[in-house]
């Protein structure tokens, strides 16, 4: 890959209605790179606060003794898609790629394909 | 109480006004600055970019060793570790900012004698991706508030972690398996993360959940009485039981404490 910056930047421009995205750190609740977003939609704030919607998942699995992984999680609002995409390779220890989509604009299907296309050219 | 992050809070305004080069040293680590940017910090308690780096298999030590040998003299250590092929920009970025930030941490956040800048000192790695100074000291600020929110005993950050014996049946993810198997009363959390080559202030995070889910003892810390479980964010912790029955109990001696240094004591130097 390029950098994050670049790959968050195709995030944004493969995707249709992309409104922001960040890459997040799990256990911090850092966003390491961000790239969109603004006033409406403060994704530092995002991260942090996504952060718990993971922990909260995967905690409930572990008490269901689920043996298994998140891939992503889907959250669908009045006008918006955030889409949470739990990154796994060599050494990610815990991070994650944070999506907030224009729901009259975004295509779900394309824009989870693209995400997957993503994750395997951050390849961190 | 004041926020130690804001006493240094004037400081880095003015270097970030004067786009100062230099060194800001604190008690417990540094931040390097080019043209008022932090570029790099180093905290003893946190572990360095090549700790991160080797310790997971993403890069052999001797590969470190090279680059350092190659672009040290130069600081461009970080740039040299891309031109040999061993990382790629991306991972290189993301290692980086997780050290930056880790090891500016504990050296905006922690509580420190005199703050001193020295003008013109570069660090070898060289400039990978420099942030703000006030979005390092945003973060550094939001830190100390999260590991309130967790659970507002700071004790536990510092004093060696011991798991406790009895966890059967309950359900733990591998990634908290492998701190608990490293609690043995004898390390602290900062070893830990070193030997997992993970962050130190994820390390911290992690040890105040466990603590919050009664996974480690923390009598080194002040656990809160039955039913007043830490869950406001920010919250000052006070360390007056407020129950009047345990109030008026005489002071325990404290166990946690002399097993310590029983434990310091018999450690293999």
Redesign the interface.
């Known amino acids: 890959?390029?950098?994050?910056e670049?790959?968050l930047k195709e995030a944004t421009t493969s995707i249709e209605g992309v409104l922001g995205a960040a890459?997040v750190?799990y256990?911090?609740?850092?966003a390491?790179?961000t790239i969109g977003g603004g006033k409406d939609l403060d994704l530092?704030v995002a991260a942090?606060g996504n952060t718990d919607v993971v922990r909260a998942k995967?905690r409930t699995m572990?008490?269901l003794?689920l043996q298994d992984g998140i891939e992503d999680i889907l959250i669908t609002l009045g006008t918006q898609y955030h889409l949470i995409r739990l990154l796994r390779g060599?050494?990610t220890?815990?991070?994650f790629l944070y999506l907030a989509l224009d729901k009259s604009r975004a295509n779900l299907a394309m824009a989870r394909h693209q995400l997957k296309k993503i994750e395997s050219q951050?390849?961190? | 109480m004041r926020n130690p992050v804001s006493v240094v809070s004037p400081m880095l305004i003015r270097l970030t006004d004067e786009r100062a080069t230099g060194v800001l040293i604190r008690d417990h680590g540094a931040l390097y600055l080019i043209d008022g940017q932090v570029v790099h910090a180093e905290a003893a308690a946190a572990p360095g970019l090549d700790v991160l780096l080797t310790s997971g298999g993403r890069l052999r030590p001797e590969h470190w060793e090279e680059a350092i040998a190659e672009a040290g003299t130069r600081c461009q250590v970080a740039r040299q570790l891309v031109i040999n092929g061993h990382l790629t920009v991306g991972e290189l970025e993301l290692c980086h900012l997780a050290t930056l930030f880790d090891a500016a941490f504990f050296t905006l956040a922690t509580r420190s004698g005199a703050t001193r800048f020295r003008y013109g000192v570069t660090h070898w790695l060289g400039p990978i991706r420099p942030v703000p100074p006030g979005t390092v000291e945003r973060e550094s600020m939001r830190r100390v508030r999260l590991l309130n929110s967790v659970w507002p005993y700071a004790e536990v950050d510092t004093a060696p972690v011991r798991r406790r014996t009895r966890l059967a049946g309950r359900v733990i993810s591998p990634h908290r398996r492998a701190l608990l198997d490293l609690a043995d009363g004898i390390r602290t959390p900062s070893t830990i993360a070193r030997e997992l080559g993970r962050p130190a202030f994820n390390t911290l995070v992690e040890v105040r959940r466990l603590a919050a889910d009664g996974f480690i003892d923390a009598s080194a810390g002040v656990p809160p009485p039955p039913g007043q479980q830490p869950s406001a964010a920010g919250a000052q912790p006070s360390k007056e039981p407020s129950d009047p029955a345990v109030k008026e109990s005489p002071p325990a001696p404290d166990s946690a404490l002399l097993r310590r240094i029983r434990e310091a004591l018999e450690a293999p130097r």
């Open positions: 890959m390029a950098n994050t670049a790959a890459l750190d256990t911090s609740g850092m390491l790179g530092a942090a995967v572990e008490q003794g060599r050494g220890d815990g991070l951050l390849e961190i």
